[in-house]
C-alpha cells in the first residue's frame, strides 16, 4: 500500500504571497493532520481534520488554514506567505479518532517551503 | 509549544553500543510516542506506550514510561550506523475534548551511530 503522498516536495515563494500544499492519506484512513517543522525544532501541531471537519487547531494564525476533500486528501493553505513561514510541512494520517486520543500518526515526506 | 523535552539534544556513540533518549513532560498524557526522522524528511513511528503501561518493547526498541516523573526513555540496543536519525517524543494529552487530537512534539535527540 502506498504511504501519505504530499506534493509538492519543494517550493520556493516571496513574501506576501500564498501558497497551497497537498495531502493524500493511506487508503483507509479518514484523519489527516497537518504539521510545521522548523529547522532544529520539533513538528508542530497546526490542524487536524475528520471526516472533512476540522477537530482541532494549534496555535496558529488565520493566515494558516485547510480542509479535507470527500476523498479524505487534504490541502493546507498559507497566505500573506512571512519570512518565518519558512518550514518543513509535515502531513499526517491515522485511522480515525480512536475515541478522542491521537493515535499512531503515519507522516508523509513533507513539503520544504522557503520564503525568500 | 514544545511539551516534550529529550535529553541529550545530541549523541554520538559507536556501533554495537547501546543508546538511552530521555523525554520528558509537563501535563497528563494518554500515551506516549517515539518517532524517528532521518535527514529532515518525515517521520517514522516506532514505538507508542499508554500512559497504564511501565515498559513495551519492539526488536531493538524498549521504551519505559514512569507517568509519576512525567517521563519516558528510548533504548536502542546493539546501535548500528542505520540508526543514525533525530528521535523525538511526542505526547496526546490525557484530557479529552478540544485539542484532544494533536501530538506535541520535543526539539528530538540527534543520534549519530559512527561505524
Known amino acids: 500500500d502506498a504511504g501519505v503522498t504530499q506534493s509538492p516536495t519543494h517550493l520556493i515563494k516571496t513574501r506576501g504571497q500564498q501558497v497551497t500544499l497537498r495531502c493524500s492519506p493511506i487508503?483507509?484512513?479518514?484523519?489527516v493532520s497537518w504539521y510545521q517543522q522548523v529547522l532544529g525544532q520539533g513538528p508542530q501541531f497546526i490542524f487536524q481534520?475528520?471526516?472533512?471537519?476540522?477537530?482541532g487547531r494549534g496555535n496558529f494564525p488565520d493566515r494558516f488554514s485547510a480542509r479535507q476533500f470527500p476523498n479524505y486528501s487534504s490541502e493546507l493553505n498559507v497566505n500573506a506567505l512571512l519570512l518565518g513561514d519558512s518550514a518543513l510541512y509535515l502531513c499526517?494520517?491515522?485511522?480515525?479518532?480512536?475515541?478522542?486520543?491521537?493515535?499512531?500518526?503515519?507522516f508523509g515526506p513533507g513539503t520544504r517551503l522557503l520564503v525568500l | 509549544s514544545q511539551q516534550g523535552e529529550e535529553d541529550p539534544q545530541a549523541l554520538s556513540i559507536q556501533e554495537g553500543e547501546n543508546a538511552t533518549m530521555n523525554c520528558s513532560y509537563k501535563?497528563?498524557?494518554?500515551?506516549l510516542q517515539w518517532y524517528r526522522q532521518n535527514s529532515g524528511r518525515g517521520l517514522v513511528h516506532l514505538i507508542l506506550?499508554?500512559?497504564?503501561?511501565r515498559e513495551k518493547h519492539s526488536g531493538r526498541l524498549r521504551v519505559t514510561l514512569d507517568t509519576s516523573k512525567k517521563s519516558s526513555s528510548l533504548l536502542i540496543t546493539a546501535s548500528r550506523a542505520a540508526d543514525t536519525a533525530s528521535y523525538f517524543c511526542?505526547?496526546?494529552?490525557?484530557?479529552?475534548?478540544?485539542?484532544?487530537?494533536?501530538?506535541?512534539f520535543g526539539k528530538g535527540t540527534k543520534l549519530s551511530v559512527i561505524p
Open positions: 511526542a505526547t496526546a494529552p490525557g484530557d479529552s475534548g478540544a485539542g484532544s487530537y494533536q501530538l506535541t
Open positions: 481534520y475528520y471526516e472533512k471537519e476540522e477537530r
Open positions: 506506550i499508554r500512559s497504564n503501561e
Open positions: 487508503s483507509g484512513h479518514k484523519s
Open positions: 499526517a494520517s491515522s485511522r480515525g479518532l480512536a475515541g478522542g486520543v491521537a493515535e499512531t500518526q503515519y
Open positions: 501535563t497528563s498524557i494518554n500515551n
